[in-house]
């Protein structure tokens, strides 16, 4: 089993490589296949981590969207052919910067 730490490592590191995909506009977004597979992939990725991640963890840091990130994983892996690139876009440009924020504070206040 990997350490909480190790798995918010993963998720900070998800939400990195997700930053470099994104680095161009929507409609590049949608235009490119294999920039909307690479992103949904650490969506992914995050969701997984945090859904690892202990509720007695998750409980002690309510300022970050544990099952909002794990719902979007689910979706993503089971109803993938449902998913909306502009929702998958929005989270990106909405809510990544803030949870990178806030994982980067837990992380090194866990140290």
Known sequence: MKS????????L???EAI??????????FLADEKTQDA???????LGEAANQI?????TKYPEIPWSSI?????IIIHGYDQVKLQIV????????????VDL???????D
């Open 13 to 15: 590191n998800a939400i």
């Open 70 to 74: 794990i719902g979007t994983r689910n």
């Open 39 to 45: 992103i949904m992939y650490n969506l992914i990725i």
């Open 19 to 28: 930053e470099i995909y994104a680095l161009l506009s929507y409609d590049v």
């Open 89 to 100: 876009w929005d989270i990106i440009e909405k809510n990544l910067k803030l949870l990178k």
């Open 54 to 58: 202990s509720d007695d963890f998750q």
């Open 4 to 11: 909480t730490t190790k798995l918010l490592h993963d998720m």
């Open 104 to 110: 980067f504070k837990i992380i090194h206040s866990n």
